[in-house]
Nanobody, 115 residues
Framework: QVQLLESGGGLVQPGGSLRLSCAAS????????MAWYRRPPGKERELVAH???????IYADSVKGRFTISRDIAKNTVYLQMNSLKPEDTAVYYC?????????WGQGTQVTVSS
């Protein structure tokens, strides 16, 4: 059973930084993609960034140049470094792992950007 555990959310002022982490347990093979999604208040969930097993990354236009996704394969952990945060980055952030064609989700962590 694959389980994802997120950490690192919180309240930060505009222009500040946060680092999210998501550690997976129960993965024995087949890890393909690790990603971060977010659901802003009153909106649909959207892709923030993803990184493949080989290290290829994709970012949403709204976060390019500010957010960096990285992973530690040995620890089955994905990170999201968020810099220059804006109020519009406020959302619940979810990590997502694609393992052997199956999608697994973290429980979500709240990020609030406000002065």
């Amino acid at each position: 059973q694959v389980q994802l555990l997120e950490s690192g959310g919180g309240l930060v002022q505009p222009g500040g930084s946060l680092r999210l982490s998501c550690a997976a347990s129960g993965i024995t093979f087949g890890l393909n993609v690790m990603a971060w999604y977010r659901r802003p208040p009153g909106k649909e969930r959207e892709l923030v960034a993803h990184i493949t097993y080989g290290g290829t990354t994709i970012y949403a236009d709204s976060v390019k140049g500010r957010f960096t996704i990285s992973r530690d394969i040995a620890k089955n952990t994905v990170y999201l470094q968020m810099n220059s945060l804006k109020p519009e980055d406020t959302a619940v952030y979810y990590c997502n792992f694609v393992v052997a064609g199956h999608f697994y989700w973290g429980q979500g962590t709240q990020v609030t950007v406000s002065s």
